[in-house]
Structures are given as C-alpha cells and as structure tokens.
C-alpha cells in the first residue's frame, strides 16, 4: 500500500513545477530548433518553518521508511487542492479514450453550469497521473463537458472510469537522498524537500 504524506508537516512555502521533456536549442544563426517531448511529469518543493520534535521525528520516520527516493507516496498540493470550478456532480469518463489524446469527454456532471471547470484545476483518472485543465469548460444540459487537458493522456481510458477533482492526490517520490535532518540548539529543525511525480507504476 501506498504511504501518503504526513499532513501534520507544517508548510512555509511550496512550490509545483510542470516539466516537459522538450528538447530546445538554437544555431549559430540564431535560429530556434525545438523538438517536443513525449513526457511530462511534475516536481514539487515543500519549506517546513521551524517544526518542534515531536513532528519533526515523525516526518524524519515516514522520509526514512520511503528509502530515499526509492517509494513512492502521495501528497496533495496545498496550492492547487481545490478547483476554481465548480466540479459538482458524480463525475465519470464517458467512452473510450486512446493515450495521447488531449481532451477527455466526462458525463455526470451537474447540468449547465459555466465554468464548472476552470482553467488551472488539477484531474486525475483511473490511473496516478495528474493532469491539468487547460481551458474554462461548461457542462451540457446533460451534464456532460469535453475537458482540454495538459498533458496527454499517458494511458487509455475506459468507459464510466473514474474522474477525480477534488483533493486530487500527486504520486511522489523524493527527488534526492540523504534526507538529513538538522536542528539548532533548541532542538528545533525545518526542511526542504523536493519532490518528483511518479506515475508509471
């Protein structure tokens, strides 16, 4: 089973990167060549302010546990947890859809509502991917709405599969390893923790 961040950690700052994998470079002319990626993942950096010990430990138990970058936990953003939108509804992927398409037909959504996705929310699927909403969506009377998203789908969807838009929850892994833990004389300590998505497992 998964480990999920500890939610106690308090958080100072954070930081959510998005990271194509696109190849850029320019001749000596001066010209741009650039070549798309077919990858994309994301990368999130978390400053605690100073913590006492009896949290500290804890998250210091939990970093130790996950064996240096080689576990792969979720965690939620605490920038991007909630939707602008409205995301009401029992929402669901209606039909199939093929990996590397850049939209996804979802049904179960409340009626004609405008904005009822907003440019900027976080989804997530059957699978751990996280994507992002792309442009402003309105559901039909039907309450079905073709969601743009970015990236590409990374695997095929099914039919009635799941649609998250709340809380939706990141597959991370630490970015680097040791994970050190220093305090000041009061026995007090913070951390910088870096973060990588892990979706292909």
Known sequence: MVD???LDLPRESEELESVFTNLVDRSQ???RNAKKGNRHYWRMRLITPKIKPEIYRRFFGFGVKQEGRYQVFTVNS???NKPQGLATGTPLVQGAHSAGAYSVTIDGLTNSIVGILKQGDLIQFGHRK???VTEDV???GSGVAIVPIMPALVASLADNETVVLNNVQFYMAFAKDPLPLTTDVNKYA????EL???WNE
């Open 29 to 31: 002319g001066g010209q």
């Open 4 to 6: 999920a961040f500890p």
């Open 78 to 80: 605490s920038i991007l």
């Open 190 to 193: 913070s951390f910088d923790i």
């Open 130 to 132: 996280v994507y992002m």
């Open 138 to 140: 309105t559901s039909s």
């Open 196 to 198: 990588e998505e892990v």
